[in-house]
């Protein structure tokens, strides 16, 4: 039995944007207010710690204020948090425990980062959205074969929201019905069975990126993508099997075989947007599938599937962090924004959940203002840490005065990344629901999975390891020739090694600047995409990140975030 997202368990890319497929070669995957608002300063007073001497949750205090707003692009390393420091805000996230969507854990870091925001005097305000939670309890899975004896069968991890069982869970036949589509089913009789089917991976190289780049830096290394591996599980490609058209067809439940290495499958937490299918389903990985098979050849098989959740109607905060600046910039000639596509999956928000903020006034955004977003839940210390990134950066724009800064600085924290668009109100529309906010926002910038490292499997050729090399990390810019020249500027100048700036593709943006994206809005994302993206881990991965790199990442941001500010049209 395996416990990973109860919430009283400890260790219990490209975000909705689509899915990775083949097309020519490619497919690509695509409140109540904690208000401490200043009319003069970021921090009240600038850049002092606060009045009663008291330490943030986190055991710091703030610094001091700074002075020297510094020109466009120039800050260095030094004027930020250290790089300890930052990775202590991360160690921090992850010791929440897995942040899914309506857990504890989950509630607990958006506890933390409103306090912590707050402490550096932005206007925190807590925005309840409706959610359906899904949360795991517990799984397992034995098979007895046809000489009658009993094998435990371990298991990578289960399909989120695929459906539950009782605490006895179901015992059926097993059928094997290969990769499950269609004409599978047709073939071969599934009612009251628990059928067992393929989850392929496809092979793709880091190529697929590399199409889509109009920059890749250090430019050489173009060249080498072709060899590097981009097999990720988290992409969807092909689409892991049908859990509907397996339950039309009678299915009780559903054993999926990963195509990974054990290391690679195990805590895989995908399809990560899925919506409720009402068929429970296991995910083994490649060796137990083949083991699984070699029984079923001897004879028949009956399995025993268990898998409990709790499933419940709630709510679950947005974030908004406003840091006011001095007032925007004169306003551009015409308008730049693109105009907002009509999308039967972008609905607006319901009465299912309340979507407005209670107790306390709307942001009041300056025309202008710069959106940086990032989300709240996430699996380990990869999904998600833009949020400690955006503290780093809230820390230090707030060290100046509001005269000092161009423009209002609005942080967007969403909680909703890791559900379906039926489970809740996404970035886009919440954004749509919220005419205050968007209808003052100039550009976005939203920040996802930083300072990873490189690790995969060959392919399913190798064990899984370490490559060595950093992953590669995406700048995709949108709706504006000026921030895809900036970005691609700043990559130059931060040196940014093995990063690529990528066109939007398939009405997306790779992740949560997706949203903006969506309205209309100039954005420009940062995000990489691991391997081990989406996987809940005993360490909750965070061997696998570099902690200077995740300093030079976030320094990255803040140069480029500079840039921005300093843009001299409303609207770039």
């Avoid at 080498?224 to 339950?247: C, F, I, K, M």
């Avoid at 943006?509 to 940062?526: H, K, Q, S, V």
Wanted: net charge neutral.
């Amino acid at each position: 039995m395996s416990r990973w997202s109860n919430p009283s368990s400890r260790r219990g890319f490209l975000g909705r944007t689509g899915g990775l497929a083949a097309t020519a070669g490619l497919a690509a995957a695509l409140g109540d207010g904690l208000t401490c608002r200043d009319g003069s300063a970021g921090r009240p007073p600038a850049g002092r710690t606060q009045s009663d001497g008291t330490t943030l949750s986190d055991g710091t205090t703030p610094r001091g204020a700074a002075t020297g707003y510094p020109a466009p692009g120039t800050i260095t390393a030094d004027d930020l948090v250290d790089a300890g420091t930052l990775w202590s805000w991360t160690e921090r996230m992850a010791g929440h425990g897995p942040r899914l969507p309506g857990s504890d854990a989950h509630r607990r870091h958006i506890d933390d980062l409103a306090e912590r925001l707050a402490g550096y005097g932005l206007t925190v305000t807590r925005h309840p959205t409706r959610l359906s939670a899904w949360l795991a309890d517990s799984w397992s899975l034995r098979v007895v074969d046809g000489d009658g004896r009993s094998h435990t069968v371990p298991v990578a991890a289960y399909r989120p929201h695929s459906g539950e069982t009782p605490a006895r869970g179901v015992t059926a036949a097993v059928v094997d019905v290969g990769a499950g589509d269609e004409p599978d089913y047709r073939r071969t009789p599934v009612a009251g069975a628990i059928v067992l089917a393929d989850g392929a991976v496809a092979r793709l190289s880091a190529s697929v990126l590399g199409d889509l780049a109009d920059h890749v830096h250090p430019p050489e290394a173009r060249s080498g993508l072709a060899n590097e591996d981009y097999s990720r599980v988290w992409l969807d490609v092909p689409p892991q099997p049908s859990l509907e058209t397996a339950r039309r067809h009678g299915a009780v439940a559903m054993i999926e075989i990963l195509h990974l290495s054990p290391a690679l499958a195990a805590g895989q937490y995908t399809p990560h947007q899925q919506e409720h299918a009402a068929l429970p389903t296991l995910h083994v990985d490649a060796e137990q599938g083949a083991r699984l098979r070699s029984l079923l050849a001897r004879g028949p098989l009956t399995a025993t599937l268990t898998l409990t959740a709790s499933r419940r109607e709630t709510t679950v905060d947005y974030l908004t962090a406003l840091l006011p600046g001095s007032g925007a910039p004169p306003p551009a000639p015409a308008p730049t924004r693109a105009p907002v596509p009509t999308r039967a999956s972008v609905p607006a928000p319901t009465p299912a959940g309340p979507t407005r903020a209670t107790g306390a006034a709307e942001p009041r955004l300056t025309p202008g203002a710069v959106l940086v977003a990032t989300h709240t839940d996430g699996q380990n210390a990869v999904e998600e840490n833009g949020g400690p990134a955006l503290l780093a950066l809230a820390e230090y724009f707030s060290r100046f005065p509001a005269r000092d800064r161009p423009r209002d600085l609005l942080f967007l924290f969403s909680p909703n990344h890791m559900v379906s668009e039926a489970a809740t109100v996404k970035p886009d529309a919440w954004l749509r629901g919220h005419p205050e906010i968007m209808n003052n926002v100039a550009m976005a910038l939203a920040a996802e999975h930083l300072g990873t490292m490189a690790w995969d499997d060959r392919g399913g050729t190798a064990a899984y390891r370490a490559t060595g090399r950093s992953e590669l990390v995406t700048v995709p810019v949108g709706h504006s020739d000026t921030l895809r020249e900036l970005a691609i500027d700043e990559v130059k100048a931060s040196d940014l090694t093995r990063s690529a700036v990528l066109r939007p593709f398939q009405n997306g943006l790779y992740g949560e600047g997706t949203f903006p994206y969506r309205l209309g809005i100039p954005t420009i994302a940062f995000i990489s995409g691991p391997a081990y993206l989406v996987q809940v881990a005993p360490g909750d991965n965070l061997d696998k990140l570099d902690r200077a790199l995740l300093h030079r990442h976030t320094l990255f941001l803040a140069r480029l975030l500079s840039r921005m500010l300093a843009l001299p049209t409303a609207k770039p």
